[in-house]
């Protein structure tokens, strides 16, 4: 079946623009989450939904970043005001419930530039 | 979560098996071992979980140590296609906890032809 899209797969800005990255979860998963990988460094936790409950948003940098998810599908992250070290892949992921004996199922990621 | 430890990376040749090491002295009786990997250019990808047995599936076994604190992911048969960063994580299975899941730096596997 379909995994997890993102689009656009790859997204160059100039600095100060705002940009929106979309991720399509899989159908029927309840659970998405937004993380981002910078050049050579981890992956980082940014936001979490789950169903209907307020999201998590303990891991968004500053509060240029923000994310909704609409229907309980389609989620899309914006990022207002885009400054270099916004430079990232974002990944979005999703999985069947919350709660870790779920595994999460990872998109291709977003990579955007911000020039 | 707990803390893991990994080597940075590691070489092995084709057509052998590999094991990569996790060091996890201070997991909690509520945490699962975890291992994602991610390929090149790729998004991580789940490989493997357990608790306290050894696991076996199709992509790979996970050993785990009596005591926990540390454990093993074996590929058995690498190819190519298993060059990848494998990350291995701790996830308290008490709900709310760990949803998220927090990364570390995790090991490069290089594998040679």
């Known amino acids: 079946g379909a995994g997890v899209s993102q689009s656009p797969s790859n997204k160059v800005t100039e600095k100060g623009k705002d940009v929106e990255l979309r991720c399509d979860p899989i159908s029927g998963h309840t659970a998405l989450y937004w993380y981002r990988q910078s050049l050579g460094q981890g992956l980082e936790f940014l936001i979490y939904?789950?169903?209907?409950?307020?999201?998590?948003k303990s891991g968004l940098p500053s509060d240029r970043f923000s994310a909704e998810r609409t229907g309980g599908s389609v989620s899309t992250l914006t990022i207002q005001r885009t400054q270099q070290e916004d430079s990232a892949v974002y990944l979005c992921?999703?999985?069947?419930?919350?709660?870790?004996?779920?595994?999460?199922?990872f998109g291709p990621g977003t990579r955007l530039t911000v020039t | 979560d707990a803390k893991t430890t990994q080597p940075n990376s590691m070489e092995s040749n084709e057509e052998e098996p590999v094991h990569l090491p996790c060091n996890h002295s201070?997991?909690?009786?509520?945490?699962?071992i975890h291992w994602y990997r991610q390929l090149p250019s790729q998004g991580p990808e789940y490989v493997i979980h357990?608790?306290?047995s050894n696991v076996n599936n199709r992509m790979a076994s996970l050993a785990i140590a009596e005591d926990r604190k540390s454990s093993t992911l074996i590929l058995h048969r690498a190819t190519l296609r298993d060059a990848a960063v494998y990350y291995c994580i701790l996830r308290d299975v008490i709900l709310g906890r760990d949803d998220k899941i927090i990364f570390g730096k995790g090991t490069r596997l290089h594998i040679l032809p």
């Open positions: 992921a999703s999985s069947l419930d919350r709660g870790s004996v779920y595994e999460q199922y």
């Open positions: 939904f789950q169903g209907n409950s307020a999201p998590d």
């Open positions: 201070t997991i909690s009786g509520t945490d699962y």
């Open positions: 357990g608790l306290t």
